[in-house]
């Protein structure tokens, strides 16, 4: 019975962390295109993604919580966080990260083009970061942080604005408009 026991308990060891998160990096060659390297960070176990764009002063991260149904992105050479809400209708499953990135990063610019988004920012600052869940809060924390409003059927041709723009493993382009981003 002891002998039983110890080997549940070791097989949990080995079986829970790879239940719990996962990783998968995803590098431009030779930075062809401007993106530098992406890494994305999976817990299943909070239900979150973490994409991280290491790409000098145009690096960004986001974070997908799909539990608090919230989407964060902080902009590094903006010195900002912007949130919106999840678009589970853009933004592919917790579960289908891993294939979707593979299956892109194989298919590269000969595959079908990845969805796009577009976000207005509202230019008033977020004081309560708390409602956005405590993975979001903790991103943005200290961070000025405004909400975005995604903009339904939008073309950027027909926007005046500034945009910055985020390739999120080449699945989904996702463009951040308003005067947070002009500056």
């Not at 308990?9 to 431009?28: A, E, K, M, R, T």
């Not at 999976?42 to 790409?55: G, L, M, Q, S």
């Not at 964060?72 to 917790?94: G, Q, W």
Request: aromatic share 10%.
């Amino acid at each position: 019975m002891k002998i039983a026991m110890i080997f549940v308990g070791l097989l949990g060891l080995f079986i829970i962390p790879g239940l719990s998160g996962y990783n998968i990096n995803i590098s431009d060659d030779n930075n062809a295109d401007g993106s530098g390297q992406q890494t994305v960070s999976v817990n299943n176990e909070h239900n979150v993604a973490n994409v991280d764009n290491n790409n000098g002063w145009n690096s960004w991260n986001t974070l997908w919580d799909y539990d608090a149904g919230f989407a964060a992105t902080r902009l590094f050479a903006k010195k900002s966080c912007i949130v919106h809400t999840l678009n589970k209708d853009a933004i592919p499953s917790i579960e289908a990260l891993d294939a979707l990135a593979k299956e892109k990063k194989e298919k590269g610019a000969g595959g079908p083009p990845p969805k796009g988004l577009v976000y207005s920012i509202n230019p008033v600052k977020v004081d309560d970061l708390s409602q956005f869940g405590k993975h979001i809060a903790g991103m943005c924390q200290g961070v000025p942080t405004y909400e975005a409003d995604e903009i339904q059927d939008a073309s950027l041709f027909y926007y005046s604005g500034k945009c910055f723009n985020t390739n999120v493993l080449w699945i989904l382009n996702i463009s951040y408009c308003g005067k947070t981003v002009e500056n």
